[in-house]
């Protein structure tokens, strides 16, 4: 739990997204155990969330796990039978982190924003952006 409230502490001097994505990254390594730690429920309740909205099969479902981080969220999907997963976070260390987990078949490295060309193409927009996000792999 210690490291759950430094990063709390850490988060009231954040002034910037990048400063925010740092953080995390630094934090990667140590995220679940604190999560664990701290009986962290958020993963559970949101695949049996995503679960009572799609009760048949799931495996044609596609999920985007915005701000995935160390794929927690992918884990309990993926119990539940949902297999088209993609994670995305703008951590780099989170997402090595959920790269281990082998349940995501995409992993995107980028913030969730309006002008994200990939959050588009789910979204059904093709339209072109001036920033482009990179393919974790």
């Known amino acids: 739990m210690e490291n759950v409230n430094k990063f ?17 990254d630094s934090w990667s390594t140590l995220y679940e155990k604190d999560l664990n730690y701290a009986d962290y429920r958020g993963p559970f ?6 679960a009572v909205l799609y009760p048949g099969p799931c495996e044609n479902v596609h999920v985007l796990d915005v701000a995935a981080g160390t794929g927690l969220v992918g884990e309990q999907l993926a119990k539940r039978g949902f ?13 090595a982190k959920a790269k281990e987990k082998d349940i995501y078949q995409t992993l ?20 072109q952006t001036s920033r482009k996000a990179k393919a974790y792999g």
Do not use: W
Request: charged content about 30%.
């Open 45 to 50: 309740m949101v695949a049996n969330a995503l």
């Open 8 to 24: 709390y502490e850490e988060c009231e001097k954040i002034r910037t997204r990048e400063e925010m994505t740092h953080l995390y």
């Open 83 to 95: 297999i088209k997963i993609d994670a995305l976070d703008p951590s780099e260390g989170m997402l």
């Open 108 to 127: 995107i490295c980028a913030y969730f924003d309006e002008n994200n060309l990939i959050l588009q193409q789910y979204t059904g927009k093709h339209e």
